[in-house]
């Protein structure tokens, strides 16, 4: 099975508005994860990451947060625009080999 | 800013035809990667390659599929004879190291298969 992977297949959120893109992972000694952005006919990019020894980290208009006790991982994102509608993925990063869930479709209505 | 590269950008093959789908890597960078979307599913792992071998595989990469880094620049992805539930988006990244903390991979911008 996978091991990580996301709790809503879509989002959708007026222009403005904050969103939020949850990310559960299974396996306890993950100490690394990374989110990526897929968007319509593209490879997936890099957004943000994050290691194990933090519970939040901020950057451009996204801040990560990390929960270990539950094993729980989220992506916000301030101030939605219509430039963010896409899939959002969490990976874990430390694996040699990347894999991804399904991912969440994030729509933003203007 | 690097990037990894890929063409074609879209091939249309008949099945049973064999496709090669290129890639140029970053080039400081020293694990490649193919990976697989088809259409509205996820974006699955297909191999690994690092110096010179294949590291890991699953268990979509067949006897149909290979890879070979020929020269000193491009990744390719070789379809032997092709099926059409091989019609998918195939993307490569590479990564600079495997080791803990550097695990951001770098996507092309893929290379679309139709096989009819």
């Known amino acids: 099975g996978e091991s990580v992977g996301l709790h809503l297949p879509t989002l959708s959120v007026q222009e403005g508005d904050n969103s939020i893109i949850n990310c559960a992972y299974s396996?306890?000694?993950?100490?690394?994860f990374i989110w990526y952005k897929q968007e319509s006919g593209k490879g997936p990019q890099f957004i943000i990451d994050?290691?194990?020894?933090?519970d939040k980290r901020q950057g451009q208009r996204v801040t990560v947060l990390l929960n270990k006790t539950v094993k729980h991982l989220s992506l916000q994102i301030a101030a939605t625009q219509p430039g963010d509608s896409a899939v959002y993925f969490c990976a874990d990063g430390g694996s040699y080999i990347p894999t991804f869930g399904r991912g969440t479709s994030l729509i933003v209505h203007p | 800013e690097p990037e990894v590269t890929q063409t074609p950008s879209h091939q249309v093959t008949q099945m049973g035809q064999e496709v090669i789908l290129r890639c140029v890597p970053i080039s400081n960078h020293l694990y490649f990667y193919w990976y697989r979307q088809i259409l509205g599913q996820k974006v699955e792992f297909l191999v690994s390659f690092y110096n010179n071998e294949i590291s890991e595989k699953s268990e979509i990469f067949d006897d149909q599929f290979s890879v070979e880094r020929p020269d000193g620049s491009n990744f390719t992805l070789k379809i032997r004879s092709t099926k059409l539930e091989d019609s998918a988006m195939y993307f490569c990244a590479s990564r600079e190291s495997s080791g803990r903390f550097t695990g951001e991979l770098f996507f092309g911008e893929g290379s679309r298969l139709t096989v009819l």
């Open positions: 994050i290691r194990s020894n933090m």
């Open positions: 396996n306890s000694a993950s100490d690394y």
